[in-house]
């Protein structure tokens, strides 16, 4: 199985702030790296695919980038309600796998 | 729009079977290039992917579970199926219903079920 590993765990960022979430894949997985946001007690829910491709209704604040193996999710001006669990996933090759999760908090 | 929505017991006894039942409304579930899949969630850790039918009739299972699990899928009813043997308290978990959808070579998780939590406990 293709190992995901986030960075970091969790952290504590301002309104306003610049938050990056990093993902290490176990091996290269081209751009099949997918981000996703799960509030308490919700179903995660697709923020971004194929590495940078921002989906339908998500806030432009929200953006990707990486290759092979490294991949980054950005918030550019962190806002209340994107407390919550970001999760990368891999598609690359099944099973299909999830990083461990980030949870972010609002300070 | 297209919805979906879990559903079945929330205890199961050990040793027995789980399964649940995803209804699929506002779409078929037998057209369109998807993979219906189900994921799994134990309280307070990570997202497990469980395994997936393809609208063209191919499935795919997690090795890890591979011995014990099967999904099916109704096209009368428009609905997928998890079934899950021989449970331990280790399956305790919210259950996931989802579709996989397709851009360019890439696959993601576009839609999801709300989640259905299962208890395996005697």
């Known amino acids: 199985d293709i190992l995901m590993t986030q960075s970091p765990s969790s952290l504590s960022a301002s309104v306003g702030d610049r938050v990056t979430v990093t993902c290490r894949a176990s091996q290269s997985i081209n751009n099949y790296l997918n981000w996703y946001q799960q509030k308490p007690g919700k179903a995660p829910k697709v923020l971004i695919y194929?590495?940078?491709t921002l989906q339908s209704g998500v806030p432009s604040r929200f953006s990707g980038s990486g290759s092979e193996t490294d991949f980054t999710l950005t918030i550019s001006s962190l806002q209340p309600e994107d407390s919550a669990t970001y999760y990368c996933q891999q598609s690359y090759t099944t099973p299909h796998t999830f990083g461990q999760g980030t949870k972010l908090e609002i300070k | 729009q297209v919805q979906l929505q879990e559903s079945g017991p929330g205890l199961v006894k050990p040793s027995q079977t789980l399964s649940l039942t995803c209804t699929v409304s506002g779409g078929s579930i037998s057209t369109g290039n998807y993979y219906w899949v189900w994921i799994r969630q134990p309280a307070g850790k990570g997202l497990e992917w469980i395994g997936r039918?393809?609208?063209?009739?191919?499935?795919n299972y997690n090795p890890s579970l591979k011995s014990r699990v099967a999904i099916s899928v109704d096209t009368s009813k428009n609905q997928f199926s998890l079934e899950l043997s021989s449970v331990t308290a280790a399956d305790t978990a919210v259950y996931y219903c989802?579709?996989?959808?397709?851009?360019?070579?890439?696959?993601?998780?576009?839609?999801w079920g709300r989640g259905t939590l299962v208890t395996v406990s005697s």
């Open positions: 989802a579709r996989e959808r397709q851009w360019l070579a890439y696959w993601y998780f576009d839609l």
């Open positions: 039918f393809h609208t063209s009739g191919s499935t």
């Open positions: 194929a590495v940078s």
